[in-house]
């Protein structure tokens, strides 16, 4: 089995947020980054399933040099693998941040082999928009499932709990 986490590099949550003195962007400055929190749930949960079924996974982020720090925190709770797409650190709107990530994707698949499983946060702490993974799951033509509180997967099918409903999907279809 083999799964894409993907990150987003985020001010960290219990931080003081301040402005830039002209009132339009966070101050960075003096503020620690962190990965998002609903992606660091990703995070764990790709582990859990990589040590309960074998395989690989890795971890993606768009974003500065820095963004390397939130990279290497994957990689010590057991993440196998990360990649860095590095961007000028500007922000980026979520219709080009899906296209990059999108092309990023294809070009890993292409060079080892299909993603069984792609993880992202429901959304991210900074922005909170919500888009990102249903752009991605569109671009590359894939199920999305949002919202799930607990992920399964057994003899080949994914189990996705939300709100006490299950939703299943078989990950190797034919």
């Known amino acids: 089995m083999r ?13 003081r ?11 960075t400055r003096y503020l620690g980054f962190v990965v998002s929190p609903h992606e660091e749930c ?31 925190d994957a990689l010590a709770v057991g993440v196998d693998r990360a990649v860095l797409l590095q961007t000028d650190g500007s ?8 296209s990059a990530l999108t092309e990023a994707v294809r070009r890993l698949e292409a060079a080892d082999g299909p993603f069984d499983l792609i993880l992202v946060g429901n959304e991210s702490a900074d922005s ?16 999305v499932v949002t919202g799930i509180k607990a992920l399964e ?3 080949g099918i994914a189990t996705a709990r939300f709100d006490g409903f299950a939703r ?7």
């Open 3 to 15: 799964i894409l986490i993907l990150v987003k590099r985020v001010p960290a949550t219990g931080g």
């Open 17 to 27: 947020i301040t402005l830039t003195d002209d009132g339009r962007a966070i101050d």
């Open 42 to 72: 990703a995070v764990e949960e790709a582990v859990r399933l990589i040590e309960a079924n074998g395989g690989e996974s890795v971890v993606m982020t768009l974003g500065p040099a820095e963004a390397a720090d939130q990279l290497r």
């Open 91 to 98: 922000d980026w709107d979520p219709l080009a941040t899906a």
């Open 128 to 143: 909170g928009g919500f888009q990102g993974g249903i752009r991605l799951a569109v671009a590359l033509d894939r199920p």
């Open 153 to 155: 997967i057994r003899d």
């Open 168 to 174: 299943h999907r078989c990950l190797h279809p034919g």
